[in-house]
């Protein structure tokens, strides 16, 4: 499924990305598509992503939508967690 929102920096937007927004480091939580189940349930049409932020007072959750509808300029993409890599069971000899 290709992505539905980029960062300024043209990376797709994903779940588990570690990313900075206004100055705070943070972690994209949810990424929900327009028009999905998930905007309904949310009541957010538009979709976006769902960032947990360290605040001052302990960690809050933002939900964005990009102004545009597709990228935002002050969310800023830090780095992606790697991706486990499937191993193979060994099967007894």
Do not use: N, Q
């Not at 480091?25 to 349930?41: F, L, N, W």
């Not at 992606?80 to 069971?89: D, E």
Request: hydrophobic share 30%.
């Amino acid at each position: 499924m290709p992505s539905l929102f980029r960062y300024w920096s043209r990376h797709a937007v994903k779940s588990g990305d570690r990313i900075r927004y206004c100055g705070r480091d943070g972690t994209v939580s949810e990424v929900i598509a327009p028009g999905s189940d998930e905007a309904r349930d949310y009541d957010w049409p538009t979709g976006g992503v769902c960032i947990d932020l360290a605040c001052d007072g302990g960690p809050c959750t933002v939900r964005l939508s990009p102004p545009d509808g597709r990228y935002w300029e002050d969310l800023e993409f830090v780095a992606r967690p790697p991706r486990a890599v499937p191993t193979r069971s060994r099967r007894p000899r």
